[in-house]
């Protein structure tokens, strides 16, 4: 079983895109699901993440700019990226975040490690 990023593409700087997190064996809406992201010869970083209660937790760099959601009808958990800077290249992941959305004293999202069921990420490329 694994979770399937996609709805990557290639974008201006301004911008947006939805990705999509689907599983088709593993139900959704009862465990935190992370987004996180790797840009070449960066480290991953954790961007957003929803909890098991659909509490909404993100980055510091994407707050105000993305929107993760949960449809449970479809089993899917999305992540709208809007206002999209170059800067936000990377290859887009999903999981099931084992921490259930850590976050840290100022509130915002980090990338654990603590993950299971990721799959195949989705590229998104900003430029002009």
């Known amino acids: 079983v694994q979770l399937q990023a996609s709805g990557g593409g290639s974008v201006q700087p301004g911008g947006s895109l939805r990705l999509s997190c689907t599983a088709s064996?593993?139900?959704?809406?009862?465990?935190?699901i992370g987004w996180f992201r790797q840009a070449p010869g960066k480290e991953r970083e954790g961007v957003a993440c929803i909890n098991s209660d659909s509490n909404q937790y993100y980055a510091a760099s994407v707050k105000g700019r993305f929107t993760v959601s949960r449809d449970n009808a479809k089993n899917t958990v999305y992540l709208q990226m809007n206002s999209l800077k170059p800067d936000d290249t990377a290859v887009y992941y999903c999981?099931?975040?084992?921490?259930?959305?850590?976050?840290?004293?100022?509130?915002?999202?980090?990338?654990?490690?603590?993950?299971?069921?990721g799959g195949q990420g989705t590229q998104v490329t900003v430029s002009s």
């Open positions: 999981a099931m975040d084992r921490l259930n959305c850590p976050y840290d004293y100022s509130g915002n999202y980090y990338y654990s490690g603590e993950y299971d069921y």
């Open positions: 064996e593993l139900p959704l809406d009862n465990d935190g």
